[in-house]
């Protein structure tokens, strides 16, 4: 189960890895937002088809049994409740990190399986952790924030 994310962090998502594997309780994944389409959503999976989930004061239960959740950030519990429904035989109930301040299935209802289209593997934790190049002279290690190649290109200028 991944950490959860944060702003500036960097995501390399995953948009093939429905050949080889499924989805999990836990997995983040980038989908379709149900309500439109033009805007992608990241978020974790907190039940799978054919589960029955409800929350109460904030504390989220699948399948009867609460869900340990070391992901969610202390400042950002909720106290919302829901009551309890099953997850249709397609979809998934997706949740934010960020309980407080998320627009998840609470809101928008479980996820069509149709509507997911990535899975995040890795991300790299902006100002966390570093990059290694080795500089040729005297073998010495220079750290770099961001590798080149992921740094976005400056704008071309005219002479």
């Given at each position: 189960m991944q950490p959860g994310l944060r702003d500036q962090d960097r995501?390399?998502?995953d948009k093939f890895f429905f050949r080889?594997?499924?989805?999990?309780r836990g997995d983040v994944v980038v989908f379709h937002y149900p309500r439109d389409p033009e805007k992608s959503y990241i978020k974790r999976i907190i039940a799978l088809?054919?589960?029955?989930?409800f929350i109460?004061?904030?504390?989220?239960w699948v399948n009867d049994q609460p869900l340990d959740e070391p992901y969610v950030p202390h400042r950002y519990l909720d106290t919302r409740s829901m009551p309890e429904i099953l997850i249709p035989s397609?979809?998934?109930f997706v949740m934010g990190d960020h309980r407080s301040i998320s627009s998840d299935s609470r809101d928008f209802g479980p996820v069509d399986r149709d509507l997911i289209y990535g899975k995040s593997h890795l991300h790299l934790l902006a100002r966390r952790i570093t990059w290694a190049s080795f500089a040729r002279q005297r073998q010495?290690?220079?750290?770099?924030?961001?590798?080149?190649?992921?740094?976005?290109n400056p704008p071309l200028t005219h002479p």
């Open positions: 995501l390399f998502i080889f594997e499924k989805i999990s088809p054919g589960d029955s989930i109460d004061h904030g504390r989220v397609s979809d998934y010495a290690a220079v750290y770099n924030p961001i590798p080149p190649l992921l740094k976005k």
